[in-house]
């Protein structure tokens, strides 16, 4: 079965860094584009980050462009997100995806709060 667990979310003051990591399970990790989204109570999921599955390939959202870096090592079957220059704004959970066999998998999510 497919598992994603995030971790290393927290509390970090305004400007600050974080760096998320998605340890994954139950398929093929290096055949997999891998993809971070977040979500605020009252707005819809939205897609942050995604990297193809060589890592060769990434998109970012427009809001986080030249802030957020996603990066991947196969051989740990991790995809990591790393956050600086951290906004109020980047205050949400955030949740690892993949689509394997035309279905949608997700972590159970990390709280990110970015607060001073």
Not at 15 to 35: D, Y
Not at 61 to 69: E, I, L, Q, W, Y
């Amino acid at each position: 079965q497919v598992q994603l667990v995030e971790s290393g979310g927290g509390l970090v003051q305004p400007g600050g860094s974080l760096r998320l990591s998605c340890a994954a399970s139950g398929f093929i990790f290096s055949n997999s584009a891998m993809s971070w989204y977040r979500q605020t109570p009252g707005k819809e999921r939205e897609l942050v980050a995604y990297i193809t599955s060589t890592g060769v390939g990434t998109n970012y959202a427009d809001s986080v462009k030249g802030r957020f870096t996603i990066s991947r090592d196969n051989a740990k079957n991790t995809v990591y997100l790393q956050m600086d220059s951290l906004k109020p704004e980047d205050t949400a959970v955030y949740y690892c995806h993949v689509v394997r066999a035309w279905r949608d998998y997700w972590g159970q999510g990390t709280q990110v709060t970015v607060s001073s």
